[in-house]
Structures are given as structure tokens and as C-alpha cells.
T-cell receptor, first 114, second 115 residues
Framework: GNSVTQMEGPVTLSEEAFLTINCTYT??????LFWYVQYPGEGLQLLLK?????DKGSNKGFEATYRKETTSFHLEKGSVQVSDSAVYFC?????????????FGQGTRLTINP | DTAVSQTPKYLVTQMGNDKSIKCEQN?????MYWYKQDSKKFLKIMFS???????INETVPNRFSPKSPDKAHLNLHINSLELGDSAVYFC??????????????FGDGTRLSIL
């Protein structure tokens, strides 16, 4: 079946550091890929997405490129802030009759120190 | 003007009890979902409804029964609660669309604790 593997956390960085969180996937067909972010005590929020190979999703300084040849969708940010501290989830979607089944990675907890 | 709202936010109850969690979305979406997040933050889909029709039904004990009275509501009823049911349950919704690229909008979760 489809699966997503994320970089093990937790990850701790200093403010303004460069961030990479690795994500690879296994899927049949051509899934859409997502990064969701979960702040403490809240639900998940969409951070960015890409729906086909070589698409780059970007939002709030975060970027990820859909790489079909390496089955990867790594999340990057050039200069992180304390407010970026959260849990980040990589996910792929299977489209089924009007619904989409999101398969999530295990999540990566990110802590940014001032 | 909350987009996806769940009630209650916290639910503490005894083993063996029956409880319900309610979810409502005001985004006009056709599809709603229930997810379970365990203590290690792992998220797994449980159910999905599209226009009141069950589309996704993962391997979930039949003590869990979703009910969708209309496309804006998807409730989750749990019978005979067990210790292993302790988790955070998230409701989500999305536009049906095609191709699977529609983002899902999540509620803030219901933290269920079984004593």
C-alpha cells in the first residue's frame, strides 16, 4: 500500500538557521503531496502542496518540490523563526470517488530556539 | 466563523461507556473525514463521507459508527469504550474535486481520555 516516511525528530534549531525535513513516499500512480503543520493544541493546517512531478509548493517561506525520480518531497526553509516551532506532517493523497485518503508520515517535531 | 468545529474539545469517561463526538463544517464542502491521532502523534484516517455516503471505511472496530445527517455534519459514536481508544480525534472536510489535490481543513480535535 501507499506509505510516507519522514525524517525522525525531534529537530531543534536556532533562529535563522536553514531547515530541511526529509520526506519520501511509496505510491502506485501519481498522488498529490502535502505538508501540513500542527501547532500546539490545534488541528492540522495545510502548509503547501504539489499535485504533479516537478511542481514546487511554497508558502510562508517554506518550499517543497515533488521529485518523482527520487519519490521525495523534502520541506525547506532558508531562515526559521521561533514561531515555526510545531509538528510537521508530510502526506500523500489517494483519490477515491469524491474523497481523498490522506496517508501521513509520522510527523517531525520542530523546535526553534531564540 | 470557525470553519470546522468539533465538540467536545475534551472528553474524559470510564471504560465501557458510550460517547459521541460531533463535527460541523460551514465551508460548503462535500466530503468529511474522521482521523485518529495516537500518543506518538501518528495520524490515521478512520472514515470518510461524501454527500452523506460512506466512501472510506478503514479497519476500525465496529464499536465506532459514523453518522452523517447532512453533508455539513459528521458525528462519531463510540460504544463500549476501551483504554486503547484514548487519543485525539480530528474531523476534517474538503471539496470533492478531481485528482486528489484538494486540501483538507481540520478541526481542533477532541481529546478522549478513558479512565
Amino acid at each position: 500500500g501507499n506509505s510516507v516516511t519522514q525524517m525522525e525528530g525531534p529537530v531543534t534549531l536556532s533562529e535563522e538557521a536553514f531547515l530541511t525535513i526529509n520526506c519520501t513516499y511509496t505510491a502506485t500512480g501519481y498522488p498529490s503531496l502535502f505538508w501540513y503543520v500542527q501547532y500546539p493544541g490545534e488541528g492540522l493546517q495545510l502548509l503547501l502542496k504539489a499535485t504533479k512531478a516537478d511542481d514546487k509548493g511554497s508558502n510562508k517561506g517554506f518550499e517543497a518540490t515533488y521529485r518523482k525520480e527520487t519519490t521525495s518531497f523534502h520541506l525547506e526553509k532558508g531562515s526559521v523563526q521561533v514561531s515555526d516551532s510545531a509538528v510537521y506532517f508530510c502526506a500523500l493523497s489517494d483519490h477515491l470517488q469524491g474523497a481523498q485518503k490522506l496517508v501521513f508520515g509520522q510527523g517531525t517535531r520542530l523546535t526553534i530556539n531564540p | 466563523d470557525t470553519a470546522v468545529s468539533q465538540t467536545p474539545k475534551y472528553l474524559v469517561t470510564q471504560m465501557g461507556n458510550d460517547k459521541s463526538i460531533k463535527c460541523e463544517q460551514n465551508l460548503g464542502h462535500d466530503t468529511m473525514y474522521w482521523y485518529k491521532q495516537d500518543s506518538k502523534k501518528f495520524l490515521k484516517i478512520m472514515f470518510s463521507y461524501n454527500n452523506k455516503e460512506l466512501i472510506i471505511n478503514e479497519t476500525v472496530p465496529n464499536r465506532f459508527s459514523p453518522k452523517s445527517p447532512d453533508k455539513a455534519h459528521l458525528n462519531l459514536h463510540i460504544n463500549s469504550l476501551e483504554l486503547g481508544d484514548s487519543a485525539v480525534y480530528f474531523c476534517a472536510s474538503s471539496q470533492a474535486g478531481t485528482g486528489g489535490g484538494q486540501p483538507q481543513h481540520f478541526g481542533d480535535g477532541t481529546r478522549l481520555s478513558i479512565l
